[in-house]
């Protein structure tokens, strides 16, 4: 069985972060480990505020050290890293093992916070992470901010974004344009440095899409542990992630989420009792 990390922020309302990356490992039969960047609450009283609480860079090394201890992973992804020596940290994990499939979704702020990471956390996704990309995974705002555009409103403006991403090292791109791309159907943009794809599904018309951008990358990291092209498992991901939207759950008054077991109707397994 393959071996595939995440190194992500923790929400514990089990939507996002690497709770959605761990339940979606095992929905793709892959053996999930965990390291720790931050801890994300929520404020039921204050307007659901989203409250980070980072993780010492020495703790985040003791457990990636934990989770090295057995050799390297066949494929990790990175989540909610948060601050530049974090950042620096997990790259140097990802050098020192030589870790063959490494995904970045660059989390840079999450709906339900207007927060965005301090510019220098911009900088060292950029300079320690997009060069070990083999895949990045940027929603609207995130590709407009790393790749200098601002605003993005068009596929056009997307497949630009996407180009200048790539110059920074990844070496594959998927720019998502969710709900927030004016456009009928939901269109991400794909480009491994030589073509674009435009990958277009249907705009799912709900509110439960809590966890699916880190569902998406997780999806996508665990099929390329399991052998899939890039854009296979980028094709694959889509189909997965669209059935987590589809059968969403409510789980609290303040936002949806997605259900990470529906592709293989999870909630199915085991029976129930009599
Ligand atoms: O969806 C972005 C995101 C990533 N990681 C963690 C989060 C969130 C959003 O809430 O909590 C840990």
Known sequence: MQKVLTIAGSDSTGGAGLQADLKTFEEYGVFGFSSITSIVTMNPEGGWFHKVTEIPEELLREQLVSVFAGGTVAALKTGMVGNEINIRTASEFIRKYEVAHVVIDPVIACKGTAQILQPKSVEGIKEYLLPYAEVTTPNLVEAGILSGLGDLTSVEEMQQAAEIIHRLGAKNVVVK???????????????????????????IQTN?????GCTFAAAITAGLAKGYSPKEAVVLAKSFVAKAIEQGVSINPYVGHVWHGAYNQAEKRMGVAE
Do not use: I
């Open 177 to 203: 344009g969710g709900h927030r791309l004016p456009s009928e159907q939901a269109v991400d943009v794909f480009y491994d440095g030589e073509a674009f794809t435009v990958l277009e599904g249907p705009k």
């Open 208 to 212: 439960h899409n809590h966890g699916a």
